[in-house]
């Protein structure tokens, strides 16, 4: 079972390196720096919320269980994300009901769609994968109508769409731990332009997510122990920071306050938060109380995510933290997805221990204790 929720909050991602040993030189469009890992400092909470909420009926159409996550707000102001069918792509109404739109030409025992995002062109953007063979891209409007796929490269992977940027195209990460992986984009003619991870950091790694850094180049993570970020210029030109001794690193994004933020975990193996300069400098690292999913910035210029205490955490740009938790009814629900919704609230998916109908909702927490 899948629920979406929305925070009523008054208030509205990049790479680690796979593999280790040795590091042979980089190419001539590479260059490592590393970062000054700063103490780790832990806040407490502030404040515990089991403010009430507000469940809406999604049921996907055919039933089947989708995945919201990630979570992407469509520019029809609907949520989107994959499909519980695999090949499919869902559309939900906030408060709403849902539709399921498959994805043209993948067998559904052979297809995994992988990402979806909202483009600057207003479409709906997604990544997916074939096992036999096909790592594509392709988009759709959001009244459904599904425009041409590109295959990315063969063998079989994963792929995950970025931003859309002017002057280039559709950004997008892919690979596996079975092929070269890589950076890129898709031009507006349809072209692709591929930039290859070297092996010394990710030769061969499942790209988890690329996203636009507050210094205008992309930025980007994979699924691995590796203690490394990259970040690539729109040109092509890469860079990678050093993280160490966090690793894991995941859901990079671009901070209320200009910095990069990130979850991860330190050398105890607890998850953290990091807030890391556009130089590649970790400034600051936040112990976090529960396991960290997924991360946004809200309306309110705060940085929240989903957390597995079965709720919500936000941190100020100074560092102080808050968790917000579901009522103890709730309490086996677990947020992953989230998004800012037009209402300027946040919303999330939720995946919960049981099976049975998926909901959209509300989840109402007063703006005095968002104040302390």
């Not at 490269?153 to 559709?170: E, I, R, S």
């Not at 205008?216 to 729109?234: C, D, H, K, M, R």
């Not at 991360?295 to 957390?307: E, K, P």
Request: charged content about 10%; glycine content about 14%.
């Amino acid at each position: 079972m899948r629920r979406l929720f929305a925070i009523g909050v008054i208030g509205a991602g990049l790479l680690s390196g796979c593999g280790g040993g040795s590091q042979s030189p980089l190419p001539a469009a590479y260059s490592e720096m590393s970062s000054a890992t700063s103490s780790a400092v832990s806040f407490p909470e502030v404040f515990s919320g089991k403010s009430d909420f507000t469940l809406y009926d999604a049921l996907s159409p055919n039933g089947l269980e989708p995945d919201a996550d990630p979570l992407t707000l469509g520019p029809d102001g609907n949520f989107w994300y994959m499909g519980g069918s695999l090949d499919a792509i869902v559309r939900t109404v906030p408060g709403g009901a849902s539709t399921q739109l498959s994805i043209p030409a993948m067998p559904m025992e052979q297809a995994f769609a992988e990402s979806v995002t909202t483009g600057s062109d207003g479409n709906i953007w997604y990544g997916a994968g074939n096992g036999n063979g096909t790592c594509l891209i392709g988009s759709l409007t959001p009244s459904g109508t599904f425009g041409p796929q590109y295959t990315i490269f063969d063998p079989g992977c994963a792929a995950n769409v970025g931003p859309q940027l002017a002057g280039t195209g559709v950004w997008f990460a892919a690979g596996n731990d079975e092929v070269q992986s890589y950076v890129g984009y898709l031009t507006p003619s349809g072209s692709i332009k591929q930039f290859s991870i070297p092996s010394t950091y990710c030769g061969q790694c499942q790209l988890i997510s690329i996203n636009h850094g507050p210094d205008g180049n992309l930025w980007f993570n994979v699924a691995s122990q590796s203690e490394y970020v990259g970040q690539i210029t729109p040109s092509g030109t890469m860079t990678f920071f050093s993280t160490a001794p966090l690793s894991s690193i995941k859901n990079i994004i671009a901070g209320p306050d200009g910095d990069l933020w990130f979850n991860a975990k330190n050398e105890s193996g607890s998850d953290v938060v990091a807030k890391m300069s556009r130089a590649g400098h970790i400034i600051r690292t936040y112990v976090m109380k529960y396991p960290i999913f997924h991360l946004t910035v809200g309306a309110d210029h705060n940085v929240w995510a989903t957390n597995g205490g079965g709720g919500l955490t936000r941190i100020t740009p100074s560092g102080i933290i808050s968790n917000f938790l579901f009522p103890s009814s709730d309490n086996g629900d677990v947020p992953h997805g989230i998004a800012v919704g037009t209402d300027s609230h946040i919303w999330f998916s939720l995946a919960p221990g049981g099976v049975g109908t998926k909901f959209l909702g509300t989840f109402s927490i007063p703006i005095t204790a968002l104040d302390q």
